[in-house]
């Protein structure tokens, strides 16, 4: 019993003594190419563009105020008062937003002045819908109003500051909704918690729908009233109101955060050798200005003969010499602009050689095509004055009246071979080109236009005046039974497809309105 008790006891002791003995742990194991600890890296975005430091809850607030007044104010499918009035609301929440977003840099006072000039801009482009009832010409407007917006909340002067402006206003919306939202914990925190906010929203709304329901079958005036205050909701309606308020509060907020912490779009870069020889740039302009010298010093006949060439014995139709050919040198326009941009970005301006070649060239080939530009539009005037005025003939027309004052400020740049100003240049005659159209009010001048036509002797086609706007109503009362009420028609049915309300009060609508009620007489 001995023998099997002392194996026993001196195991145990060899186990203790092996419990008791100190145990060194392992070190974990780390793979070798593993690299040390460093500090998370910004997004690319974030390093180069960090936004404004400091968040308030007042952007994110002026921003759903703007975006549900702008939800109730424009009109759903229609041109009317209601985009001004949207405009107005954004433009203060944008003031209010920028105002106490915080601390942070703000713009220079001149760049503020010619940010208000852009943003005023703007507004005035976004009046034409309760001025005007044509719905092609208020889309060129809002065109023209968004490139204002930008240059308001941007400030790009060059090419790529332009570009890259335009680039920047939805990445900005993007991350000022973020920026705005991080203000809603200094919100949430001044509310206190006691405050059911869900439900004292929920019961408001269900006061006002059952007294107001009530109150609304009990009066037909203060129905009319309730149902012009409050539109109807459906489906379609409500899908209207988000997409509204989703495009106006993206707007505040890319506003408010373009402005807190405006990015660089303007880097001044050096004047950089870029290995271009005089002769390498010269010749292909220099036989450019040839070719346009040539083409218009023998063609005088071609490009200013009119109906004397036209009508001749070998001459082409009228569709032939004013239709093709304006389309034609209406390219050749655009691609000489395209010529000259190239030329004068790589063309050398060591010497005074080089810099008197630079001018005269590129003047010349300028000068040149303000002829070409006179001679597109001369034929399209003559094809209209042909065939009638239509809205694509009188549009084009217009954008080769812009072209040509772009080859004007292209001429006053080459002056000093200084062209800082030019591109924003362009864009200002460019949105003074639109309101021009809109001064124009040029459904009214087409249907004037073609009266005065049919009425020495050419052709009028009513189907085409019937698809006019409400602006052609007081020049198409002036035509007799039965075109004046064949022409008529289309305005008549888009008066009566919906009632008109205060969002969507049109001064054409309502003159046209008058003169078919009360059957008035010619006013031209």
């Known amino acids: 019993m001995s023998e099997t008790l002392v194996p026993a006891s001196a195991d145990l002791a060899v186990q203790d003594a092996e419990s008791s003995a100190p145990v060194t742990p392992l070190a974990p194991a780390t793979p070798r190419s593993q690299p040390p600890d460093r500090p998370p890296r910004e997004p690319l975005l974030a390093r180069h563009w960090p936004g404004p430091a400091a968040v308030g809850p007042v952007p994110l607030a002026a921003a759903a105020g703007a975006g549900v007044l702008a939800a109730g104010l424009v009109p759903w499918g229609r041109v009317g008062l209601g985009w001004l009035l949207a405009g107005l609301a954004v433009c203060a929440a944008t003031a209010a937003g920028v105002r106490f977003a915080g601390d942070g840099p703000t713009t220079a006072p001149a760049r503020r002045w010619e940010s208000l000039a852009w943003g005023a801009t703007a507004l005035v482009l976004l009046a034409v819908g309760g001025l005007r009832a044509a719905e092609w010409l208020f889309g060129l407007c809002l065109f023209a109003a968004a490139a204002a917006t930008v240059l308001a ?64 079958s009990a009066d037909a005036a203060f129905s009319r009233l309730l149902g012009n ?77 009119g109906a004397s060439y036209v009508l001749g014995p070998d001459g082409p139709t009228y569709a032939e010499h004013a239709r093709g050919g304006f389309w034609q040198l209406l390219a050749v326009t655009a691609l000489t602009l395209l010529v000259i941009g190239v030329a004068a970005w790589v063309a050398p301006r060591r010497t005074a050689v080089e810099r008197a070649c630079l001018r005269g060239l590129l003047g010349a080939l300028a000068a040149l095509t ?40 292209v001429l006053v740049a080459g002056v000093r071979l200084r062209a800082g100003w030019l591109p924003r240049a362009v864009v200002a005659t460019g949105v003074v080109a639109v309101l021009a159209l809109a001064a124009l009010n040029p459904d009214r001048f087409i249907a004037e236009r073609n009266l005065d036509r049919w009425a020495h002797g050419g052709q009028l086609d009513v189907s085409y005046l019937a698809s006019l706007s409400a602006d052609a109503a007081p020049a198409l009362v002036c035509l007799p039974e039965p075109e004046r009420r064949e022409a008529l028609a289309g305005i008549r049915a888009s008066l009566a497809d919906a009632p008109e309300g205060w969002r969507d009060a049109n001064l054409s609508r309502a003159i046209a309105r008058d003169l078919l009620d009360g059957d008035a007489a010619c006013q031209r």
Do not use: H, N
């Open 229 to 305: 205050a409050v539109p109807r909701l459906d489906a379609g309606s409500l899908l209207g109101w988000t997409l509204r308020f989703a495009a106006a509060a993206a707007l505040v907020l890319a506003a408010v955060f373009l402005r807190r912490s405006r990015p660089t779009v303007d880097k001044p870069r050096p004047v950089r050798d870029r290995g271009i020889r005089l002769v390498e740039w010269a010749a292909p302009v220099g036989a450019l200005v040839a070719l346009f010298a040539g083409f218009v010093g023998v063609q005088l006949t071609v490009l200013f003969g």
């Open 153 to 216: 909340v941007t400030g790009g002067r060059t090419v790529r500051g332009l570009a890259l402006g335009a680039l920047l206003v939805p990445v900005a919306a993007w991350r000022g909704t973020a920026w705005a939202y991080r203000g809603t914990d200094t919100l949430r925190g001044r509310v206190r918690p006691t405050v059911r906010v869900v439900p004292t929203i929920a019961i408001t709304a269900l006061v006002l729908l059952v007294f107001g329901a009530l109150l609304a």
């Open 370 to 409: 303000l002829l070409i530009v006179a001679s597109a539009l001369f034929r399209m005037y003559t094809y209209q004055e042909a065939y009638g005025f239509t809205r694509l003939r009188v549009l084009v027309s217009v954008v080769e009246l812009w072209l040509g004052l772009v080859f004007v400020l």
